[in-house]
C-alpha cells in the first residue's frame, strides 16, 4: 500500500540496526574491560620512586599526597599530577592508561590492589601519614573525642577495629546496633566515601573503620550520629560551614588542617604508598565468568542494587516536586512580566538571565555553603529551591520571548475590538506561546531529570551519587555507569513520550472546545 502524497514516513526511534550496533559497542568494551583483569604476577611495573620522575601520577583533590610526591621527589615535574575526585576515579584512570600510577594511603590503596589483580604497590613509600578526625575549629566536642581516642587506644578497642575493617573477610565488617535516643542529640557526620575507612553498604547504611569509631565515641559521650556521604573536599568545606559536626574520610592530619579545624589525634597512622600497573599481566581468557563476577559484585553482593532503588527515588522526587512547584511559578512570572510596570519586569527579566546564564551545580553550592550556610537545612531541600528556581526562571524566559515575537499589530486589534490587557494576555498572547514553545518545554521538563546529576556536590544521595558509592566499593566503574545511563535514558525517553502525548491530547481538546473540531 502506497504512502499518501504528503506524509513523511514515521521516524523509528528504535531502530534494529542501531539496538544491534549498541550490543557490538558494549561487547567490545567489555572484551576490552575484563582482558585487563587477569591473574598471574603481581610485581609493580616500577621498582623504585626515581623510575616515576617523568611519569603521571594521580592524587585525590583536595588531598595532600600531591605535596607529599613534590616533596619526596625533587626530580619530578608537578605538571605530571593529574587530580581526581576519588580512588575509583583513579581506578578507571590506571586501567585505561592515563595515568602511570596513583599515590594513596596504604589502608586505602590495598583494597583497590585487592579487587585489581592487575595493579600492584611499589615496594618504597612516601612516607607515613596520620589520620584524624575534623571538627569546627575551637569546638569543645574535639578535647573530649580526643580524651576518648586516647582511652580506646589504651585499652585495646582501636586495635580490634583496626583488624575488623581493615584486616578481616567481609563476612564480619558489620555494624553494631545503633541508639536511637541520647541525651546530648545528634551528630552530623559528613564522609568522605573510601573504602574502608567510609563507605555504603546494603540498604544504605554507612559503614568502616572510622564510621563504627565515631559512633563508638559519640555513643559514649552521650550522642546519637547521623552519617552521611560527601565527596572528600566538600566534607571539610561542610565542617567549617557548620552543616557537619564531625568530617571523616581518611583526612590526613597536617598543619594547614590544624589551623582551620579541631583534628583529633591520629585514630590510624600507616604508610603513603604508590599503585602501579602489575607486571607481566596475564590477560583474562573467562570472559564470560569475569562480567558474571562483576554484575555480581554491582548488584548482588550486599544487596547493593538497593543503593540504586534509593537513589533512584531522590531523582524521581526532586524532578518531580521541581515540576510540580516550578510550573506554576514560571507561569505567574511570566503574567506578572506582562502585566505589571516596567521596574517589576526589569527585575523578572534580571533573574531570568542570572538563572539561565549560570550553571545549576555553581547556583545549588551558592545557596548551600553561602545563603543558607548558617542555616541547618536538610541538602534534599536545597537541591529542590535550587531548582525550582533554575526551572521557573528558564521556561518563563522561553515563554515570554515566545509572546514577544507575537505580532504586537494582533495585541492592538484585540483592544481595540474590547478585551482586557487581562484577556489579551489569556486568550491570545498565552495560547499561542505555549504552542509555539510545547516541544522546549517538554525538552526543559526532561532535562530537569538529567540534571539532577549535580545535587550530589551537597552530598545528596541521588542516582548518580548511588553509583558513586558502588563504585567506591567495588572499585569497578562499568556496570554501575552503565545502570546509571540506561535509568536515565529511559527515564528521560519514556518522560519525553508522554509529556508529548499529553500535550497532543490536550491540544486536540482545545481545539474541539473553541472550534467544534473532533480531534484526530
Not at 5 to 22: D, L, M, Y
Not at 340 to 356: C, D, E, N, P, T
Not at 359 to 383: K, Q, S, T
Not at 418 to 435: D, E, H, N, R
Request: include cysteine; glycine fraction near 8%; hydrophobic fraction near 45%.
Amino acid at each position: 500500500m502506497k504512502r499518501p502524497k504528503g506524509k513523511a514516513r514515521p521516524a523509528r526511534s528504535w531502530g534494529i540496526g542501531t539496538f544491534v550496533a549498541f550490543l557490538c559497542v558494549l561487547v567490545v568494551i567489555l572484551s576490552l574491560l575484563y582482558s585487563r583483569s587477569g591473574v598471574g604476577d603481581v610485581a609493580p611495573t616500577y621498582t623504585s620512586l626515581d623510575e616515576l620522575s617523568d611519569k603521571r601520577v594521580g592524587t585525590i583533590a583536595g588531598s595532600m599526597y600531591a605535596g607529599v610526591v613534590e616533596e619526596e621527589l625533587p626530580k619530578f615535574s608537578s605538571e605530571n599530577i593529574r587530580p581526581y575526585e576519588n580512588v575509583d576515579d583513579m581506578v578507571e584512570a590506571l586501567k585505561k592508561q592515563e595515568i602511570d600510577a596513583f599515590v594513596e594511603g596504604k589502608a586505602v590503596a590495598s583494597v583497590a590492589v585487592a579487587d585489581h589483580s592487575d595493579m600492584a604497590l611499589m615496594p618504597e613509600g612516601l612516607g607515613e601519614e596520620d589520620v584524624g578526625i575534623a571538627l569546627r575549629k575551637n569546638d569543645a566536642l574535639a578535647s573530649k573525642f580526643n580524651e576518648r581516642l586516647l582511652e580506646l587506644s589504651l585499652d585495646g578497642t582501636l586495635d580490634t577495629l583496626r583488624s575488623k575493617w581493615l584486616v578481616a573477610s567481609d563476612e564480619v565488617k558489620t555494624m553494631p546496633p545503633t541508639q536511637k535516643e541520647s541525651p546530648n542529640g545528634v551528630l552530623r557526620v559528613a564522609c568522605a566515601t573510601i573504602a574502608p575507612m567510609a563507605y555504603v553498604q546494603d540498604n544504605n547504611v554507612m559503614v568502616g573503620y572510622e564510621v563504627e569509631l565515631v559512633q563508638t565515641i559519640a555513643r559514649d559521650l552521650g550522642y546519637t550520629t547521623t552519617f552521611y556521604s560527601a565527596p572528600f573536599a566538600s566534607v571539610l568545606s561542610d565542617v567549617e560551614s557548620g552543616k557537619a559536626d564531625v568530617g571523616i574520610g581518611n583526612i590526613t592530619i597536617t598543619p594547614d588542617r590544624q589551623q582551620r579545624f579541631s583534628m583529633t589525634i591520629p585514630d590510624y597512622s600507616g604508610n603513603i604508598v604508590v599503585v602501579t600497573h602489575a607486571s607481566d599481566k596475564q590477560k583474562n581468557v573467562d570472559f564470560i565468568s569475569g562480567v558474571i563476577r562483576s554484575f555480581k559484585r554491582t548488584f548482588v553482593d550486599e544487596s547493593r542494587w538497593k543503593v540504586i532503588l534509593d537513589g533512584l527515588g531522590v531523582t524521581a522526587t526532586i524532578s518531580f516536586i521541581t515540576a510540580l512547584v516550578g510550573t506554576p511559578l514560571a507561569l505567574w512570572l511570566v503574567k506578572m512580566r506582562y502585566r505589571r510596570g516596567k521596574w517589576i519586569s526589569w527585575h523578572i527579566a534580571l533573574f531570568q538571565s542570572l538563572v539561565g546564564g549560570v550553571p545549576i551545580v555553581v547556583i545549588i553550592m551558592l545557596l548551600y555553603y553561602v545563603l543558607f550556610g548558617v542555616i541547618d537545612i536538610a541538602a534534599e531541600i536545597v537541591a529542590i529551591i535550587a531548582f525550582v528556581l533554575v526551572f521557573s526562571g528558564r521556561a518563563s524566559g522561553v515563554l515570554w520571548d515566545a509572546i514577544d515575537a507575537i505580532d504586537k499589530g494582533q495585541e492592538e486589534g484585540a483592544i481595540a475590538m474590547g478585551y482586557t490587557p487581562s484577556q489579551v494576555y489569556s486568550k491570545i498572547l498565552f495560547p499561542q506561546a505555549i504552542g509555539n514553545t510545547r516541544s522546549r518545554l517538554v525538552s526543559m521538563y526532561v532535562s530537569i531529570v538529567k540534571e539532577t546529576a549535580v545535587v550530589g556536590y551537597i552530598a545528596v544521595q541521588d542516582l548518580t551519587r548511588a553509583s558513586d558509592f558502588i563504585r567506591a566499593r567495588t572499585m569497578d566503574a562499568f556496570f554501575p555507569l552503565i545502570a546509571t545511563a540506561i535509568m536515565y535514558f529511559v527515564i528521560c525517553r519514556l518522560l519525553g513520550v508522554v509529556l508529548n502525548k499529553v500535550g497532543v491530547y490536550l491540544l486536540a481538546r482545545k481545539r474541539k472546545r473553541e472550534w467544534g473540531e473532533e480531534p484526530e
